[in-house]
């Protein structure tokens, strides 16, 4: 069993712990200068004593070492496998991304573009055994992924997608459409879909024709709408350095999803027009429900091998440190002075007692 981290990018939290270690040692070379300043040599040891430099460097430790131990947890650690039966539907989906400047609208956090990627990254994670693909269509539509169960490749080009990377500008959602029929038709016989993530904008490419041609070919298109369908959302883009939003003949462009049209292509291809707008839609369930189940069920059995996760360890070891940091104080218990007791058949009656010497002035009076 090999210890793995499924987050390696988070290593960037251990600075926390650095910074607050230079930050605690620097106070403790302030306190010594200053308790320097304030007593002098013989009183410097008993003040130290009472201060107890001892118990705030050992609550300095637990402090950094629950920062550290928390950034680990933060890197995700596995360590085991765990195997389990999982159901499978063996269905070919498409993803057809928009990813045009109007995507870069942020009626959606961060933007549309980027909470598409999310949405089917969230789909490829969940399902079990299907195959997908992907086509981007920035102007001319460009297979990005053919049809694989490779995971880690799909996430790959998920993260290197960007704005405009077509060679023409504006979304030609026929065009993307025809190409991801034809990525599907590569594939075996069995079930197929497209989704199409989008605002709604084409730029004259004919996508209801394209869609009837696809359901005559037993392709299913489901589309899913982005942004705001009311007011829309302007667009920012970034030139020489300075960011600024896109405008044509002197007036900012208001990019609004067009939900008429995706539900027109969604109908000619018996799927469904799903519009998530600016709300924040939670696509793997949808396809786990709806989209699936609509293609067919033809499940199978398949045995998953599942890393465990172990950062739960690192969690419970970091609390456990804060909660002695926050236990231990900064003095001990204080020493009680021994009481001498008494010995044994002496009362306190017949203990000697000290007889007072006589002052210069008892003296004198005694001489008179």
């Known amino acids: 069993m090999d210890l793995r981290f499924a987050q390696p990018d988070a290593i960037f939290w251990l600075w926390t712990a650095v910074a607050a270690a230079v930050l605690l040692l620097w106070a403790a070379s302030r306190r010594r200068r200053a308790l320097s300043r304030l007593a002098s040599s013989n009183l410097h040891a008993r003040f130290t004593r009472a201060i107890g430099p001892t118990r705030r460097g050992w609550r300095g430790v637990a402090l950094v070492g629950a920062l550290v131990l928390l950034s680990a947890a ?8 765990r195997y389990e039966r999982v159901a499978q539907r063996n269905i070919d989906v498409v993803f057809a991304l928009d990813t045009s400047r109007s995507m870069l609208a942020e009626d959606l956090r961060p933007n549309r573009l980027q909470r598409a990627k999310q949405y089917i990254s969230d789909v490829i994670g969940h399902a079990v055994g299907d195959r997908f693909g992907l086509v981007t269509f920035g102007g001319r539509p460009t297979l990005k992924v053919p049809l694989t169960r490779d995971l880690a490749a799909m996430r790959l080009a998920l993260e290197e997608v960007g704005p405009r990377t077509g060679r023409r500008g504006g979304s030609m959602m026929g065009d993307a459409l025809r190409l991801s029929e034809d990525a599907l038709e590569s594939g075996a016989d069995g079930l197929k879909a497209i989704i199409v993530l989008t605002d709604g904008e084409d730029m004259g490419s004919y996508p209801i024709e394209a869609a009837a041609a696809a359901a005559e070919a037993g392709i299913s298109i489901w589309t899913v709408g982005l942004g705001d369908a009311d007011e829309g959302s302007r667009i ?5 350095g300075e960011r600024i939003f ?4 002197g007036h900012e462009v208001w990019s609004r999803m067009n939900g008429d049209l995706l539900q027109q292509i969604a109908d000619a291809a018996n799927g469904r027009f799903i519009p998530a707008g600016t709300a924040n839609l939670d696509l793997a369930d949808v396809y786990d429900r709806v989209i699936a189940p609509a293609n067919g069920k033809r499940i199978e059995s398949a045995r998953m ?19 002695i940091e926050s236990v231990l104080g900064l003095r001990g218990a204080p020493k009680r002075r021994a009481v001498s007791k008494p010995r044994a058949g002496v009362t306190l009656r017949d203990t000697p007692r000290e007889t007072p010497r006589d002052t210069p002035r008892d003296t004198q009076g005694a001489a008179a």
């Open 305 to 323: 091998e599942n890393e465990i996760p172990r950062y739960r360890w690192f969690i419970g070891a970091a609390l456990v440190l804060i909660a």
């Open 246 to 249: 896109l405008s044509h003949d």
């Open 74 to 81: 933060m890197l995700d650690p596995r360590l085991g496998v």
């Open 236 to 240: 920012p883009v970034m030139v020489d």
